[in-house]
Every structure is written in C-alpha cells, then in structure tokens.
C-alpha cells in the first residue's frame, strides 16, 4: 500500500490509501522522498484547468527519491533520481505520491551535490529557470549587456532566476506585485524591485529600451509591455502564463529593434538539455540561497496549499515532503 493524492473527475481530490497493483505502467517504481507543488499543480489539483488527460490522477510534475526496483538498464536500485515534466501529473500518475511508478527514459540522475529535498526545492521552476537563463546565454546576452528583467519574481521560476543570474554577475530587476517581498528578492540577489503593475495593462507598441533580456513568468500584457521595452537585439525567454494566455502587440518591436522571443518549454525538453540545466544548477545555484527560498509541506496539507500558489500568495518554491 501506499499514500497519493488522488484527483477525480468530479472535481473531488483527497489524499488517500492505494494498492501498488493501481499503479500505471512503468519500467522503473521510485520511493520518492520528496516533490513539489507547482502552479500547474495548483491547476490539477483544484481543476481550474482541463489539464488531466485521464482520472483518477495523482498530480506532481517533479519527484525525487530513491530507484526501488528497475528493468530499465540505465537504472539500478538504490540510484537517486530526478524527475521533471513528461506530462506526469497531467497523462501519468506524478510525484504527490509515496511510490510511483515511471518509464526509466523520463528520469535523470540526481547529482552529488544535492540531496532529494533541495533538487525538489528546485523542481520545475528552478530547472526551467535555468533553461531560461541558458536560453538568452546563447542569445549571446552577457552580463555587461544590460540590465535583465524576471517578472512574477516573487513565485518559483522568479526567485531562481533572480539567484542564478545575480551569481553569474547580471544586474536583475525584479518585477512583483509584492513589495512585502522586497527584501527578499534583493537577498536573491535583484539590484531593483519594480512594481508588476507597470507592466500589466494594456500598454504601447514600442517603449523606450531598457532591458538587454528578459524572462517572463506571466503573459499577456506583460509579456507584451516587456518585448517593447527590450533593446535592440535583446531576447526575451518567456514561459509562463500567470497573467493569461493571451498575446496582444504588434510586429514592431521585433522587426525595428532585432528582438528575439523564445518560448522555454520544460515538460518535453530532450535529456541532453536536461542534463545540462541539472549540472548548471549544481554549478551556479548557491544553495544557501535556495533554502531561502523554501517552504516545506507534508502530503497532507497539499490540498490546502493549491489554491494558495494559483492566488498568488506563495513565495518561492513549496516542497513536500513524500517519504517518511
């Protein structure tokens, strides 16, 4: 037997007792230690959105823990591991679970440096900040080039951002609708703290040049008044959608100033890359940092915990603690 979080398709989720012989298909079952939530999460569990592709589901898009038992020759019991995306969660049961039960082609290898609670207090957000900050390094924006903007700084991806950035010599501005959060951004390392509502409504095409790069967590009307401030040649990495969905400015800035708008996908992102965001994390993440960052939950205040991260009112990155 063993412990989930179990989400219905009449809207009901409960953390409940299960059989191991429920478990979905898999090559490899992992005692996991620790997972996260993570604004996806928020949506799964409280289905503000029709992510789940079939019920019951235990949401969880990160895990971290221990190889029980594996056919897959990549992985032998006792390995520790990392898993991130691939749609468990969503398509497959994920993390919020005290066993779980993968496709050994999903995982990669946790590294020395860090134990199963801080490569959880990165999770997704902070490996997709990661793919971001790499994502305008190969854009070719350095730290002279100018200032670097992370919106939605306060939440997971931000506050990573924020740190990993700050350790390879940028100069961040942070953009939040918390200025409660001030002091901890700055002790993230942010050089300026703006407030989100300078970004979030309706704005013009084209605005005076500011930023040499960006990473928006939000969308929308953000993400459009942050593309018409960059400068020319600058990039934008965007992958959130906090503010919405939508997208509304014009071709302006990308044609008059040279400005290059990445989409930064972590769910499906090939295993080199992930490797490389993992190994880069255990390079320039100062994990001192990154406890700052942390708030730590058991299983059984998840379902609490959800609708607080989609409101906006978590700071940094929620850990779970799975295993006993």
Known sequence: MFQAIQVNEDGSAALRELDESTLPDGDVDIDVEYSTINYKDGLVITQRMPLVKHFPMVPGIDLAGVVRTSTHPAWQPGDRVILNGYGVGESHWGGLSTCARVSGEWLVPMPDSFSSRQAMAIGTAGYTAMLCVMTLERHGIRPDSGEVLVTGASGGVGSVAIAILSRLGYRVVAS??????????????????????????????????????????????????????????????????????????????????????????????????????????????????????????????????????????????????VGT
């Open 176 to 321: 939040t609708g918390r200025p409660e959060e001030a002091p901890y951004l700055k002790a993230l390392g942010a050089a300026a703290i703006i407030d989100r509502n300078t970004l979030s409504a309706p704005g013009v095409p084209m605005a005076e040049e500011r930023w040499a790069g960006a990473i928006d967590t939000a969308g929308s009307h953000t993400l459009a008044n942050v593309c018409a401030a960059v400068r020319y040649g600058g990039a934008v990495a965007a992958t959130g959608l906090a503010q919405g969905l939508d997208f509304h400015t014009t071709m302006l800035p990308f044609v008059l100033r040279n400005l290059a708008l990445y989409g930064v996908d972590s769910v499906r992102a090939p295993q080199a890359l992930r490797r490389e965001a993992w190994a880069r994390l255990a390079r320039d993440l100062d994990t001192g940092l990154l406890e700052s960052m942390v708030t730590e939950i058991g299983l059984q205040d998840v379902l609490q915990c959800a609708p607080q991260i989609l409101e906006g009112r978590i700071r940094g990155r929620i850990v779970v603690k």
